[in-house]
């Protein structure tokens, strides 16, 4: 198969639009990372995402809507917290787990009586599931395991000659997948997954905000996940990633004891001048790190890095996301120096 890469010409989005009605996978650019979309409720063309992606069958897809109110339509109830949060974060980078009716088949939901809703807010995505008219369910579109992809031509990187098309909507803005939560009670939600929706936002509209444990930690022999996407690798590039927690001092000390060749680094912007060992730079604060973090763990493999220190970001706000994706990223190793 041929993958077309389209361009977000109301004629492209059009294509694109189409091919998901007719069954087909296209790579689809969200304001979060590039999802690959088909239609939630044609149960053959769910099939062949996780096809596409080497994905175990287990793991729950997203369904994308271009309008909270739409929500209805797939779900059997929804809490009022969830309208109070759809206003506030709607379109935007939240995901929101319900109870699902029938019309969201078992294979998009992974077996689960629930569903993940998300509306986006890149004009791209969202002109996209308007000229669908169906709810569109997409995963990120990288491999199975591999960075996500933050741009076209990551996705083609990953999925050339497995998908109809991709269509190019620039790179994505915040560079992290969405922030995924559950309801707790009338009064309290639970983040399956950080993302840039951050636990202090939700705070303003909840009573309580918890941090799945699994967050940090990776889950324990036999412990059940509350999300299926927490048991799976992620995140990682060819090169074995190692975390480091210390400051941009002792991050140096380390380097000098531990540079090779095929050794880098992944640091702070700013604290670049006369590093002893090679060296990438992934911004001075979370946002930053959390917008270019899959794009520098792709070119390390590029570079041919066969080993990766990077420097911990910190652990709350935007940066919980960061530091969630790259703990998988880097197999749960972290140095403390
Ligand atoms: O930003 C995003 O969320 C991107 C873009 C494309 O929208 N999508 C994305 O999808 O990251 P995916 O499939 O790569 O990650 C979805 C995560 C998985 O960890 C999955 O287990 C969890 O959300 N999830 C989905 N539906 C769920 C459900 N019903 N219950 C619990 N966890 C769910
Ligand atoms: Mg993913």
Redesign the pocket.
């Known amino acids: 198969m041929e993958t077309m890469l389209l361009d977000s010409s109301e004629s492209d989005l059009a294509t694109a639009a189409a091919l998901i009605r007719q069954g087909h996978l296209v790579g ?1 650019p ?8 088909a239609d939630a409720g044609n149960e053959r063309a769910v099939r062949s995402i996780f096809e596409a992606k080497g ?1 175990p069958s287990d ?6 809507l271009a309008d909270f109110s739409q929500a209805t339509n797939y779900t059997t109830s929804i809490p009022k917290l969830a309208y109070t949060l759809a206003e506030h974060f709607c379109p935007g ?1 939240l ?1 929101m ?2 109870p ?1 009716n029938e019309r969201i088949p078992m294979a998009t ?2 077996g ?1 009586d ?3 809703i ?1 509306v ?1 807010s890149h004009p791209v ?1 969202h002109r996209i599931i308007e000229l669908a008219g169906c709810p569109i369910a ?5 491999t199975s395991g591999y960075p ?1 992809p933050t741009s076209a031509q990551h996705v083609m990187a990953d999925m050339n000659g497995r998908i109809a098309a991709i269509v190019d909507g620039g790179v994505s803005k ?1 560079g ?5 939560i ?1 309801f707790d009670d009338e009064n309290s939600v639970r983040i ?2 950080p ?1 840039c929706v951050t636990r202090d936002m939700l705070l303003e509209y909840c009573q309580c905000v918890t941090i799945d444990p699994a967050i940090l930690k990776g889950l324990a022999d036999g412990e059940k ?8 690798k ?1 995140y990682s590039p060819k090169a074995d990633v190692v975390m480091i927690e210390g400051t941009a001092s002792q991050v140096r000390r380390f380097a000098e004891e531990n540079a090779s060749d095929t050794t880098y680094f992944v640091i702070y912007s700013g604290d670049e001048e006369n590093f002893p060992g090679k060296y990438i730079t992934y911004g001075a604060d979370s946002l930053q790190q959390a917008h270019s973090l899959f794009a520098i763990l792709r070119d390390l493999d590029s570079l041919g890095a066969d080993k990766v220190y990077v420097r911990a970001p910190a652990h709350d706000g935007v940066g919980l996301a960061v530091y969630n994706r790259l703990i998988r990223a880097a197999g749960f190793e972290v140095i403390t120096l």
């Open positions: 689809i969200t304001e979060t990372v590039y999802g690959l979309g994905r793991n729950p897809l997203i369904v994308h980078p995901t787990v319900l699902k939901s992974g689960l629930t569903v993940g998300r986006p995505m997409a995963p990120s579109a990288n996500s915040f992290v997948e969405s922030t995924v559950s399956l997954r993302g996940a509350a999300s299926p996407g927490m048991k799976y992620h």
